[in-house]
């Protein structure tokens, strides 16, 4: 797959500033807001996820999941530290950045979308990523989830939690089940992120949406709050430590939905993370508050489409069945999980094994993708000649 390569048009029309072995490079007042106009429409047109801007090279931009090298000219550090500074949206912003050197910010791009961000200094100069979200909410089934990913977020209470490493599309995922329930339930939603990146209007459901440094200034405070708020519903952008973790599950026990990320790359990870949070002498209280909210475990994983094209989510599900809940309660039975979900099939569960097979036999992926996400590549193939692929 190859990035077009001809000059952007609106790129190449703006003046670039000076070189620096010139006298007094001033960066026109405009030319950062209208470069950075230019490499974020290009982006989206290209059909990017990122955007990564740094002095010293060409801005580039991840199309299904590779960085390909705008055709323009490389920015320099004065180029870099206009375009970070213009695209950091509030002073806030601005000061948190010069005070520590980087920043968590979303941007909003008239006319062309909503982007989160992070600005950071690496050798010295301004550099950033920019991530693309979509304004329209896509389905469960655009998506390529589970139907038990739709069922999940139609229960009452408990816990939900959503895996995955960086850029896995954890939040996308959220999303859709946000929409879900707003589309179905007359219910209040309240969610805690940081930052929003998708936004939710009222459908069936009342949603309130808390950014972090915007509406409430730290995270805790507003998860324990937002108990006060009269919420059926509430999401959780990020479990980062006990204290979040510990609210979550007080919410869940207390008749609320929660719904969450978590940083984990398997269903067995995932139980361990959200137990080993927990200091030492708590953790066996903690493994039966999560063996009894847990309503279940969505991670995930994306790989290149075999077509070339785009990306395929590969899934790993388990569901809160007395199995899931009794090996999560005895610390010497948390290791089988991995067996109970391989066996879960009439639930809705499966392994990213045995997702993998059913991806690579229909022709979505490719076998060398389906090895970077599995345990073991040698089961992988195993497990594909039982079912009969030759590939």
């Not at 990122?50 to 323009?72: E, I, K, M, T």
């Not at 002073?91 to 982007?115: I, K, N, P, S």
């Not at 929409?179 to 209040?188: K, L, M, P, V």
């Not at 060398?368 to 030759?390: I, N, Q, S």
Request: hydrophobic share 45%; with cysteine; proline share 6%.
């Amino acid at each position: 797959m190859a990035l077009p390569t001809a000059p952007l048009d609106a790129v190449a029309s703006v003046a670039m500033p000076a070189p620096h072995d010139e006298a007094p490079a001033q960066v026109p007042a405009d030319w950062s807001a209208q470069r950075l106009h230019d490499v974020l429409e290009a982006a989206v047109a290209y059909g990017a996820s990122d955007v990564h801007v740094r002095a010293g090279s060409p801005p580039l931009v991840r199309v299904a999941g590779q960085l390909w090298p705008l055709d323009v000219a490389p920015f320099t550090a004065d180029d870099t530290e206009a375009l970070v500074q213009d695209a950091l949206p509030t002073d806030r912003d601005r000061e948190a950045f010069a005070a520590d050197h980087e920043c968590d910010f979303a941007l909003v791009a008239e006319g062309t979308g909503r982007f989160r961000g992070n600005a950071y200094r690496e050798r010295g100069s301004a550099a950033m990523v920019l991530r693309h979200v979509k304004e329209v909410i896509p389905t469960f089934a655009e998506l390529g989830l589970p139907p038990l990913a739709r069922e999940l977020a139609l229960r009452p209470n408990g816990l939900v939690l959503v895996c995955g490493p960086t850029g896995s599309g954890k939040t996308t995922t959220l999303a859709a089940m946000i929409d879900a329930i707003n589309s179905e339930r007359r219910c209040h939603i309240l969610t805690i992120e940081d930052p929003i990146e998708f936004l939710h209007h009222d459908k069936a459901a009342a949603i309130s949406q808390r950014e972090l440094h915007t509406d409430t200034l730290q995270f805790g405070r507003a998860l324990r709050s937002g108990m006060r708020q009269d919420p059926d519903v509430i999401l959780i952008g990020e479990i980062r430590d006990v204290e979040t973790m510990r609210t979550a599950l007080q919410a869940a026990e207390t008749g609320h939905l929660v719904l969450a990320t978590l940083h984990a790359r398997t269903v067995v990870d995932a139980v361990n993370r959200a137990i080993d949070v927990f200091p030492t002498a708590e953790q066996r209280q903690a493994r039966a508050s999560i063996a009894e909210s847990l309503q279940g475990i969505v991670c995930q994983h994306l790989v290149p489409s075999a077509s070339g094209t785009g990306r395929q989510v590969v899934i790993e599900t388990a569901v809160s069945t007395p199995r899931i809940r009794e090996a999560i309660l005895d610390p010497d039975k948390t290791s089988t999980l991995q067996d109970i979900v391989a066996e879960g099939e009439f639930y809705g569960m499966r392994t990213f094994e045995q997702d993998a097979v059913r991806l690579v036999v229909t022709g979505a992926i490719a076998v060398e993708d389906a090895e970077r996400v599995v345990a073991r590549a040698a089961d992988l193939h195993v497990a594909l000649r039982r079912a009969g692929f030759r590939g």
